[in-house]
């Protein structure tokens, strides 16, 4: 049995749905497929463990900063605001952030106030954050442009830099590590653990290579938008999205495990699922599967040695863990100027013990410490997400996969690990108590990739982006244009473009990749003019 569309999409991801909906606005019907019984990817809201059907849970992203500035919703070229009810919040405070000597700081949408926070500890690192804010005011527009604009479509961010003023600055700045730029800019070893503690929400490790921009992009990001969540759930984000391709005539169907491509006088020309179903697209094939599993796809010679290489030597990332918790109670920090929360909070340690978190991951060696905790309630400010009076709290961490001597295997290390977050965190917030924890939920990296195999290991930003594996380099060398080596093929996900996150750019510069290979003389017109009715030659 087999089906066919104009293009077969592997994989429901927030970037795949994005790429289709383009595509269907353009008049192509496609036909999205995905092996969870719910799409989204990562971007996904539902009931987890023993969580009762009241709560909604996002199982992996939260904040969804990084896409308010993309197009699909910034100018609403979907209608995903306007026709299909997505809404923003943007919770203040933006964080708040507790040390190891028990000292805490927060961060504001008000940027004077959240300088005056900064300047308890030292007024120079005050100043110094302010024109971090100001310097990167300046080029954000480039770094917009470069990033959502494809291999080939328009001037690279290098020449795009050296078109400004001090655009040779910020080629170093895209170089260096983002140690390097907090060890510089920031002197009091407080401020330099919390500019640390939103340096590696990317999951790049400190010492990358060419992690040095993030400091900038993403301290401005927060400061300008929060750390923004999507009333509803992480889910409400691809749940509008699928809506608008059921609207226009695409579909999306779950269930459905794609473990080969169909492959037809060396062109790709649909997918086989594991059923053994074919589904054909006449047109194209999209693929947001990891890379390191498309080639496994096709015979080896079908991609060629360099490409296999490439997939080879691509790292995986960071794998991380993470603990689900209902409360009773809201989360309360308590400061010397009062209690106070945050929908996105947490601990960090000092620098040194974040970039031995890094390191250890990199050396492959066990690490059996947390100096880095993301802590997220977004029933804060959206308090439908669960029963009256309750609470969702996330806690996520970067992990090493490789387990201490003590340890069979995550499955039974990871509860260990969570009473450890736990109790740390009750120095801060006591009443995290456990009469106030009415339910639990520990997802190891091993359960994340069981839960979506897109998640290998547990790293759910779709591999590392220090300098090797970003830009031109990402997902291989010479295929970083959403084309694959197999003709009819293309890519999109987090393993392509600037990567993981919730920021839609892989899926829509692969949208007018694939538009113009389908002879659109200009994609981006079409992408975000009123649509068009499917035409009977598509």
Sequence with gaps: ??????????????????????????GYECLVLDAR???????????LGAFGPDYRIDSCSTGHTLIRVNPVLLADELGLHADYGLEYIEPDPVAHVAFPDGEQLTQWLDLDRTCEEIARFS????????????????????YALSRLTPPGFGPPLEQLLLDHPRGRIWLRRNAITAWEVIRREFEERHVQAFVTWQALQTAVPLDAPGSGVNVY??????????????????GSLTQALVRYLEDNGSR????????????????????ETEDGERWLGSKAVLSTVHVKHLVEMAPADTWGEEF????ETYDLGMPGMAVYLATTAE????????ERSAVSAGTVGWPEDVLEL?????????????????????????????PAGHHTVKLLSGQTKELPDRYASWDERKEDVADRQISYLRRFVPNLAPENIVARYVKGPADFERDNPHMIDGTFHGGDRSLAFSGANRPVPGWSDHRMPIPGLYQTGGTTSIGGSITGVPGRNAAIVMLSDLGEQNPQEVMSGPGRARAGSH
């Design 37 to 47: 019984p719910i799409p989204g990817g990562g971007a996904a809201t539902e009931q």
């Design 217 to 234: 992009s993403l301290l401005f990001a927060r400061q300008s938008r929060s750390w923004s969540i999507p009333r509803g759930g992480s």
């Design 308 to 311: 296999i290489y490439g997939v």
């Design 252 to 271: 999306v169907v779950c269930g459905r495990r794609v473990t080969e491509l169909v492959l037809q006088g060396g062109r790709c020309v649909g997918v």
């Design 123 to 142: 007024a120079r690192d005050a100043e110094a954050y302010r024109r971090l804010i100001a310097e990167y005011d300046e080029v954000k527009l480039i």
């Design 358 to 386: 890094g390191r250890a991951i990199r050396d492959g060696r066990p690490f059996d410490e947390t100096p880095w905790l993301l802590m997220a309630t977004p029933t804060l400010v959206d308090p439908e997400r669960a």
């Design 1 to 26: 049995m087999s089906e066919s569309a104009d293009v077969v999409v592997a994989g429901a991801g927030h970037n795949s749905l994005i790429t289709a909906a383009y595509l269907t606005k353009a």
């Design 331 to 338: 989360p309360l920090f308590v400061t010397p100027d009062g």
